[in-house]
Structure formats: structure tokens, C-alpha cells
């Protein structure tokens, strides 16, 4: 089993349409990010959680919410889609410190269209 | 001003070529990192540093802290290495800041 699974791995949607992605770890990692990337502008902070009663806003979280389940979920959620939500979506966790090793999802592609 | 900037953006190499990309930062950070991005899109983590230097295989990474600096190299590259080099910090609030990514195309 992958340390980080997202799904869906590729999503088409329709604008006005909710939508939401899931994130699961294996590791047992308090700390879980979602990132979005866009061509030309890398990849960039949505929401961050540090435990499951603990949410923290990226750089763009408007449009977006996220709901920490349980230390290993972590979902996003688009309220209701719009054409410029389309890009990669990751998924990561980190190990404690001194480590703080990244790991990743694989990705989920989304197409708002 | 973006808080991480790394240079090149894009660099297109000769196999057997010594490559580095290079990666500032503006903010108090407790990590950095290295990260490998396939044409596929995964990512994986090549390294995390907080002082000194890390080696692994081809790949060398060595960080600044007063400089506030780090540079990746790779040895001998192959065309495998082919990817975007990420480089991204941890800052001290535990919140991510990415560099935009170096595109490496090596040449056969």
C-alpha cells in the first residue's frame, strides 16, 4: 500500500458541481497538507492540519474547505467548482521533526469544465 | 518578492554533465527540502536538510543556513534524471513554501 492515497486519481466536473477529494496515510503522521499546482506557478499551500482538531488556511483556500476525519484523512472539498479550479491536486504528510520527511500522493487531476 | 526562488528555471544538459540548481530563501526556516517530479507528475522527496551536506548516489545536497542558500547537484548526469527539481522550505509555523521548480532535460 502507497504511504499517501488520494482519490480519485483523475476527475472531470462540471462548474457549480461539489466535489470532494480524499486523502489517507499509513504512516501515523500528524501533519497532512493539500497542495494545488498550476503550470508556470509550481505548487501552492491550500489547507494544512496538524491534528484532527486542528485546520489552518494555505495561500488559496477560498473556494475550498477541508474536513480532517481521523489522523489518517484528510479530504478537500470544492464547494462548488469553477473552471480555475482546474489543476493537480497533492496530498502530503510529514514525519515528525528532527525528520520532517515529505511524502506525497500521487495526485489527483482535475478538470473543471 | 517569492520567499523561495530557485534558479534555473530551465536547463538543458549533456549526459555525463556535473548539474546544480540552486534554491534561496527569505524566511526562518526549521527544514528543506528536495523534490523530484516526474513527466508521470509524482512527486518524491530526494532530501531533507536542516544544516551541512547529504549525499545519495549521484545526487548531493548542501544547505547554507547563515547564507540562507542550498544547492542541489547531480554527477555524471543520464538522461533518467530528466524531472523538476523542487525545492521547498518549512518554515517555523510548519506551513510549506515551494519554490516554482527547475526543469532538467539531459541530453543522450
Known amino acids: 500500500d502507497a504511504d499517501v492515497t488520494q482519490t480519485p486519481r483523475n476527475r472531470i466536473t462540471k462548474t457549480g458541481k461539489r466535489i470532494m477529494l480524499e486523502c489517507s496515510q499509513t504512516?501515523?503522521?500528524?501533519?497532512m497538507y493539500w497542495y494545488r499546482q498550476d503550470p508556470g506557478l509550481g505548487l501552492r499551500l491550500i489547507y494544512y492540519?496538524?491534528?484532527?482538531?486542528?485546520?489552518n488556511k494555505g495561500e488559496i483556500s477560498d473556494g475550498y474547505s477541508v474536513s480532517r476525519q481521523a489522523q489518517a484523512k484528510f479530504s478537500l472539498s470544492l464547494e462548488s467548482a469553477i473552471p480555475n479550479q482546474t489543476a493537480l491536486y497533492f496530498c502530503?504528510?510529514?514525519?515528525?521533526?528532527?525528520?520532517?520527511?515529505?511524502?506525497f500522493g500521487a495526485g489527483t487531476r482535475l478538470s473543471v469544465l | 518578492k517569492n520567499e523561495v526562488e530557485q534558479s534555473p528555471q530551465n536547463l538543458t544538459a549533456q549526459e555525463g554533465e556535473f548539474i546544480t540548481i540552486n534554491c534561496s530563501y527569505s524566511?526562518?526556516?526549521?527544514?528543506l527540502h528536495w523534490l523530484q517530479q516526474h513527466p508521470g507528475g509524482g512527486i518524491v522527496s530526494l532530501f531533507m536538510?536542516?544544516?551541512g551536506k547529504k549525499k545519495h548516489g549521484r545526487l548531493i545536497a548542501t544547505i547554507n543556513i547563515q547564507e540562507k542558500h542550498s544547492s542541489l547537484h547531480i554527477t555524471a548526469s543520464h538522461p533518467r534524471d530528466s524531472a523538476v527539481y523542487i525545492c521547498?522550505?518549512?518554515?517555523?509555523?510548519?506551513?510549506?513554501?515551494f519554490g516554482k521548480g527547475t526543469r532538467l532535460h539531459i541530453l543522450p
Open positions: 492540519s496538524f491534528d484532527v482538531k486542528d485546520i
Open positions: 521547498a522550505v518549512l518554515n517555523r509555523d510548519d506551513k510549506i513554501i
Open positions: 502530503a504528510t510529514i514525519s515528525p521533526p528532527p525528520q520532517n520527511i515529505q511524502y
Open positions: 504512516k501515523g503522521h500528524d501533519r
Open positions: 536538510l536542516s544544516s
Open positions: 524566511v526562518g526556516i526549521s527544514a
